[in-house]
């Protein structure tokens, strides 16, 4: 039997605790737990209202971002109030709500070996928001500062104030030196959400996610998971679940809330993540939440995560019984 886990960052801990939950109404709202509050080394203080953000872009930030590392020392941090555009990528962990990229380009750049430029954003004050905009095009105004980004993908993000062996700002061995945003406010959306490459026909060339041939065993044991984890998301009313979970059961945006939803039979997909450094005992499934999904699977990791207009993803942890084609 395969272990799944929602693909969130911090999502359901295992499907199977879910179904000992009681079934009860639907909260009236929702607070989201305090590992999704701003964090409390958080420190640009707002602006008078009078005050302006200035616009900015991704390459003034980062052309100087290494001239501030030798003058910022560990009791003071550098603001700035900015308007700034991006491709925005939900990641809702430790008081954060994504990271926002100069292009959905660098987004399907990053990697551990060469991480993109990326701002992180702050949790926004509704905590469904990254969600509703993951994928989009968005100009953001709040007050960047320095964080330290572990060199990994989908990074949590913390405020660069360590020192090492100086008064000076370093970050730890196994980060890097970005920008964080707090604070945030959408100016204005852009494009629309959930703009991912998709294509069939590009999975051989471009795709990261090679899809998995189910022998009839296994597509009834991928099925069956999604089924009950579809029926058991009713109960997910407790304010301590995590905002994806409750984002799925109580959202007027997800498909999943709706008990149509889970009577009717929809496609499921298995994919081995080909990203370097993968889990050899990881593998993602995802559910179509539309009509059709044959040419709109997800092609990369990043896509997966957070996904919800086209299919929702899963990752599992075992052996189920597919087969490479």
């Known amino acids: ?66 001239e501030l590392a030798p003058v910022l020392s560990d009791d003071s941090i550098h603001c700035r109030h900015v308007v700034l555009q991006g491709h925005f990528r939900a990641g809702h962990r430790d008081g954060y709500a994504g990271s926002l990229y100069s292009s959905v380009a660098a987004a399907y750049a990053d990697s551990p070996a060469r991480p993109a430029d990326v701002v992180a954003v702050f949790a926004f004050e509704d905590p469904f928001q990254s969600f509703a905009l993951n994928g989009a095009t968005l100009t953001l105004a709040g007050y960047a500062h320095p964080v330290c980004l572990p060199n990994s993908l989908n990074p949590a993000p913390r405020t660069a104030r360590d020192t090492i062996g100086s008064s000076h700002l370093q970050c730890r061995e196994g980060e890097h030196l970005e920008w964080g945003l707090e604070h945030p406010t959408v100016v204005s959306v852009d494009t629309l959400p959930g703009q991912f490459l998709t294509g069939e026909s590009r999975r051989d060339t471009v795709g990261q996610l090679r899809r998995i041939e189910m022998t009839p065993s296994a597509q009834q044991e991928i099925e069956i998971i999604w089924s009950d984890f579809v029926l058991a998301l009713p109960s997910f009313t407790d304010d301590q679940t995590p905002a994806w ?15 149509e939803f889970a009577a009717a039979s929809q496609s499921v997909v298995l994919f081995e993540p080909l990203a370097p450094g993968a889990d050899p005992d990881r593998t993602i499934t995802c559910l179509c939440t539309t009509s059709d999904c044959s040419d709109s699977w997800p092609l990369f990791e990043i896509d997966t995560r957070y996904a919800f207009r086209e299919f929702v993803c899963m990752d599992l942890y075992g052996s189920p019984t ?4």
């Open 1 to 66: 039997m395969t272990r799944p886990v929602l693909i969130c960052g911090a999502g359901i801990a295992g499907l199977w605790a879910a179904f000992q939950l009681t079934l009860a109404t639907p909260a009236q709202a929702y607070v989201a737990p305090a590992e999704h509050s701003v964090p409390s080394e958080a420190s640009c203080p707002r602006h008078p209202e009078d005050s302006r953000p200035q616009p900015s872009d991704f390459d003034e930030l980062f052309i100087t971002l290494p």
């Open 245 to 259: 979970d409750h984002f799925l059961a109580h959202s007027e945006l997800s498909p999943l809330r709706t008990r």
């Open 322 to 325: 597919g087969e490479h084609p």
